[in-house]
C-alpha cells in the first residue's frame, strides 16, 4: 500500500499521482522508493503501455524534502546510497511522460527529466534551487540539463538557482510542450493514449536507442540503433505493420 503517491490505470495508461500536497509533493526517500516501484510495475504490467507522472495539488513536485536531509552527512549518504534508486527509472522500458505543473524544483526538475517526454503547463516552474540551499542537484540534474540546453546556458541555470518558465524551458529544448492549466492532463492523456496504439516494440526500441545516441558517438549509436532495427524484422508487429499498410488497412499490433 502507497502512503505517498497513488496509482491506476486508464486507457492502457499507467498513472502516478505524487500525493504530498501539504509540502506541494517533496520528495522524500520512501515517496521515491514508491514512485519508482510504480513505474517498474506498470512497465511489468501488459494492461499498462504508457506511464504518465503528474503531481496532485499546486504543484508536480517542489524537491527533495529538506526537512529529511538537513541534518544529514556526506557517510550517511553514502551509506544510504539513495541514488540507486533514482538509477532504475533508466531502465523503465515503456515510455514515461511527466505532466508538470506548478513547481517542478530540485529533485522534482529531476524526477521530470528523467522522464522521456515533458508537458509543462504554462504556468510552470523548474528550476535547481540546489545553489540557495548550499549544496547541488544529486539525481542527475547537471547532466540532464546540460544535455539538453548546452554547458553555458545549464551553468547559469543552476549557478543562479533560478526557476525557468515554461516558455524559457521550451526555448531550450528542456520541455516538449506547454498547454494551458487546465487542459493539461486531457492533453498529457491524448498523447500517451496515441502512443497506446503505436507497435510497443518499436516504442521500446526507439527510447532505448535515442537514449543511447545521448551517451555515445554517433558511429556507436548508429551501430547500436542499426541492431535494434534488425531485432524488429522478428517481431510479428512488424509484418502486420507492413502487411496492413500493403492492404491499405489499419494494423492490429499485438506487442509480439
Ligand atoms: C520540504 C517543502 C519543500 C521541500 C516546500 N515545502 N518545498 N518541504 N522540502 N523541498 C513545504 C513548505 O515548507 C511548506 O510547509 C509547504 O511545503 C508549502 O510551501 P510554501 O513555501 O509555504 O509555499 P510557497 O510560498 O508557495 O513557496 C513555494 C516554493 C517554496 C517557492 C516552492 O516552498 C520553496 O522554495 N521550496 C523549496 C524548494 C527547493 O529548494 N527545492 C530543492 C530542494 S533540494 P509548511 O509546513 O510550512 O506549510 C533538492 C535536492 C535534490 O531537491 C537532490 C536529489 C534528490
Redo the contacts with the bound molecule.
Keep these: 500500500m502507497n502512503k505517498f503517491i497513488r496509482t491506476d490505470i486508464k486507457d492502457e495508461v499507467g498513472v502516478i499521482t505524487l500525493d504530498r500536497p501539504?509540502?506541494?509533493n517533496?520528495?522524500n526517500r520512501e515517496m521515491v522508493d514508491e514512485i519508482v516501484a510504480a513505474m517498474e510495475n506498470f512497465d511489468q504490467n501488459e494492461e499498462a503501455k504508457v506511464i504518465v507522472i503528474k503531481g496532485n495539488g499546486k504543484?508536480f513536485v517542489?524537491?527533495?524534502?529538506?526537512?529529511e536531509m538537513a541534518d544529514d552527512d556526506s557517510i550517511r549518504m553514502e551509506l544510504l546510497n539513495q541514488f540507486a534508486v533514482w538509477d532504475r527509472i533508466s531502465l523503465i522500458k515503456k515510455p514515461v511522460i511527466a505532466a508538470v505543473h506548478g513547481?517542478a524544483?530540485?529533485?522534482?526538475f529531476?524526477l521530470a527529466l528523467s522522464c522521456d517526454i515533458i508537458f509543462a503547463s504554462e504556468k510552470a516552474q523548474m528550476g535547481f534551487?540546489?545553489v540557495?540551499?548550499g549544496?547541488m542537484?544529486?539525481?542527475g540534474g547537471t547532466q540532464r540539463l546540460t544535455k539538453a540546453m548546452g554547458k553555458a546556458k545549464a551553468l547559469e541555470w543552476l549557478w543562479l538557482g533560478d526557476p525557468m518558465e515554461a516558455k524559457e524551458a521550451m526555448h531550450y529544448g528542456v520541455i516538449n510542450r506547454i498547454i494551458p492549466e487546465e487542459a493539461l492532463m486531457e492533453e498529457t492523456m491524448t498523447f500517451a493514449k496515441k502512443l497506446t496504439k503505436q507497435a510497443p516494440l518499436s516504442l521500446r526500441l526507439i527510447k532505448e536507442s535515442v537514449n543511447k545516441a545521448v551517451d555515445s558517438t554517433i558511429y556507436d549509436g548508429m551501430q547500436f540503433e542499426r541492431k535494434n532495427f534488425y531485432l524488429l524484422f522478428s517481431s510479428l508487429d512488424q509484418k502486420e505493420g507492413m502487411q496492413a499498410f500493403i492492404e491499405k488497412r489499419l494494423p492490429n499490433f499485438e506487442g509480439r
Excluded: M, N, R, S
Design positions: 501539504d509540502v506541494l517533496a520528495l504543484a517542489a524537491g527533495a524534502d529538506i526537512d513547481f524544483l530540485g529533485g522534482g529531476e534551487p540546489e540557495k540551499l549544496v542537484p544529486g539525481a
